[in-house]
């Protein structure tokens, strides 16, 4: 990591609760984020920040319903701590955080063959497995407020892309909803959880949820985006290309594949892919707009595409890296012209560039 890489990501990092945790971005997500951390420990392969948040999160996981946070038992929160919004708290307002809680787990113990994490937070992570078991129907993840005893969240939406979703009024779904991304997160997730806890059951129950995802598919794109109780959310997105992450060759075929590389093609950019398609702007009255490019996206995209030898796919995400000369939280491309946008530092924007410099020599 260069100098002024190293200086940056210090300024992110504060003492929280005699933890040596870090900020997701400066001035304005001086907050620590499960999500955020969490994934650029693992980009990064940082085992101290990895431990560390884990062990926050387990510190505030949710031990009860709260309709005001959307706080449930189990769940790892998703900011901390929260901001208002729309009368409530953001504070658990995340249904990926819990199985990138699990995740961690796996990818430290993978790292470290220290067991002794998992012993001392085996009831924490017995928690974490409850929680996607207890919103799994039909074996499909569900998200709903009513989870929680509430009526809706303070965030429209509850997996990354959190400010909207497309196709519904005021970019909010009508819940219940399955996010297919948020949904292959949490089945990777209990296959986390199968290895570390040595369980045969929890192994089988992720296999099902691959299953379920057949009530998912596209016959144009691949995936639908979500399924809320309206019907299918469609549209082309780089969630499909983000669940490379997470999925194994085996769990999609071919023409699934197929599929998904071919719709793709639409959100290549010079610089990466972007967020969704560029027809479906007119509807986003805010967030993160089809015109938006993601930094720590086109990470674990390049992740998942290693894994499933897709060259191009690879090419196009490291891109990236030529425009790197700083660590903004994205990057707005307009009239041909790439601009920066959101806090520069941003804690996963910085574990990108550290990522692609180690992997692209």
């Known amino acids: 990591m260069r100098g002024d890489d190293f200086f940056k990501l210090a300024s992110l990092k504060k003492k929280i609760e005699d933890f040596n945790l870090y900020v997701a971005g400066l001035p304005s997500f001086a907050k620590n984020f499960s999500r955020d951390s969490i994934i650029s420990a693992i980009l990064m392969k940082d085992v101290e920040m990895l431990k560390n948040q884990l062990c926050f999160c387990a510190l505030k996981q949710g031990i009860k319903k709260d ?6 038992p189990g769940k790892i929160f998703h900011e901390y701590p929260g901001f208002k919004l729309r009368g409530l708290s953001t504070e658990f307002n995340a249904c990926d955080t819990t199985a990138l ?14 067991k002794d ?5 085996r009831e924490n992570i017995q928690r974490g497995v409850n929680y996607i078991l207890s919103h799994l129907r039909n074996f499909l993840f569900i998200d709903d407020p009513k989870f929680s005893n509430g009526q809706k969240f303070a965030l429209k939406v509850t997996y990354w892309k959190d400010a909207w979703i497309t196709s519904r009024k005021n970019n909010e779904p009508v819940y219940p909803v399955v996010y297919t991304l948020a949904h292959i997160q949490n089945m990777r997730a209990l296959r986390s959880a199968a290895k570390i806890l040595k369980s045969d059951y929890l192994r089988k129950i992720s296999e099902k949820m691959i299953k379920a995802l057949k009530k998912l598919h596209d016959l144009d794109f691949g995936f639908y985006i979500a399924i809320d109780k309206l019907g ?11 669940s490379l992450f997470y999925l194994e060759k085996s769990d999609i075929n071919d023409e699934q594949l197929k599929k998904i590389l071919n719709s793709s093609k639409i959100l290549e950019t010079e610089i990466g892919y972007r967020v969704l398609e560029p027809k479906l702007d007119s509807e986003l009255k805010g967030g993160h707009y089809s ?27 490291s891109r990236i890296l030529d425009v790197l000369d700083s660590e903004p939280e994205q990057f707005v491309i307009k009239n041909g012209s790439v601009k920066k946008s959101g806090p520069d530092p941003q804690l996963w924007t910085i574990a ?10």
């Open 67 to 72: 309709s005001l946070t959307g706080e449930e």
């Open 101 to 114: 809680f699990l995740i961690g787990h796996e990818f430290y113990q993978r790292w470290t063959n220290d």
């Open 117 to 121: 994490l998992v012993k001392k937070q």
């Open 232 to 242: 299918p959310i469609k549209g082309i997105s780089s969630d499909m290309l983000h």
């Open 291 to 317: 015109n938006q490019v993601v930094p720590f996206e086109q990470a674990i995209i390049h992740i998942g595409a290693k894994k499933f030898e897709l060259k191009k796919v690879q090419e196009v995400s």
């Open 352 to 361: 990108t560039k550290k990522y692609f410099e180690k992997t692209i020599k």
